[in-house]
């Protein structure tokens, strides 16, 4: 089995309480299992110049809007905020695939 040793990452992972009950696994995949995820052409595609042009690019691949809890799902709140210059919170933007019906969750973190 390929990726069994990712049963094992979860077996043994961190769990935390905060915010809410979770585990964290760090590296999740071997190097080249996600080089071979990222690089896959229902995901892979080049960087946009904007947010407004990465949305477009996204529907343009069949991906949708969807409601995901934690996530603004107002584009236009989502871009609004990624332009202020000091964002001390975070929002996350989800969208689904229509090829693959996987949920993808583009979520920028501020820094």
């Given at each position: ?86 964002r001390s919170d975070h929002l996350g933007f989800p969208v689904k695939s229509?090829a693959s019906r996987q949920i993808v ?7």
């Open positions: 089995m390929r990726f069994h040793y990712l049963l094992l990452k979860i077996g043994s992972a961190l769990e935390l309480n905060f915010p809410f009950r979770h585990i964290q696994v760090r590296d999740f995949f071997e190097d080249s299992d996600f080089a071979e995820i990222v690089n896959a052409p229902e995901i892979a595609f080049e960087p946009q110049e904007s947010d407004q042009e990465l949305v477009l690019e996204l529907s343009r691949k069949g991906y949708e809007l969807i409601g995901f809890p934690g996530c603004v799902d107002d584009k236009e709140v989502y871009f609004e905020w990624h332009c202020r210059p000091l229509a969750r583009l979520a920028l973190w501020s820094s």
